[in-house]
């Protein structure tokens, strides 16, 4: 920095400092309004806030160890890619026939293989995505 004798620092100096400080504080809020912008929807599974799917019906099939059949629909505007299902809070296998990416209102279904469930209980069924992101949920009391 350039300093007279006077211990003084020239009005000019101090103007350039003040606008390069101004033009990296506008730059650093656009790009953080740009990443919050980018980020992902949070999707609340108590139902305070919608969910990108809707499960429209549970099948409850082989009481015992059977599987459940869930039918799906998308309410986002957006695809939705299923990444793992739970069942009470436990990791369910998803049959390999079953629909896993949706269109925006595209229906379909999706099979839990090897569900051990017993009539009258109740059941939580939760659908996330692959970063593990709730987006459905259920409770259904088995038949």
Not at 43 to 49: E, F, I, K
Request: proline letters at 4%; glycine letters at 6%.
């Amino acid at each position: 920095m350039n300093v007279r004798r006077s211990g003084k620092v020239p009005i000019r100096r101090v103007a350039d400092i003040l606008i390069a400080v101004t033009i990296a504080v506008a730059i650093a809020a656009i790009a953080a309004e740009a990443w919050i912008g980018a980020q992902e929807p949070t999707y609340n599974l108590t139902g305070a806030s919608p969910t990108p799917l809707q499960i429209t019906s549970t099948r409850f099939v082989n009481n015992g160890t059977g599987y459940i059949t869930l039918t799906i629909k998308c309410t986002d505007t957006h695809q939705v890619t299923v990444g793992q299902v739970k069942v009470n809070n436990v990791a369910a296998i998803i049959d390999s026939t079953s629909t896993l990416t949706y269109a925006p209102s595209m229906s379909g279904s999706i099979t839990l293989d090897n569900v051990t469930w017993s009539s009258g209980n109740l059941y939580e069924i939760d659908i996330y995505d692959s970063s593990g992101m709730g987006i459905a949920s259920t409770q259904q009391n088995a038949p």
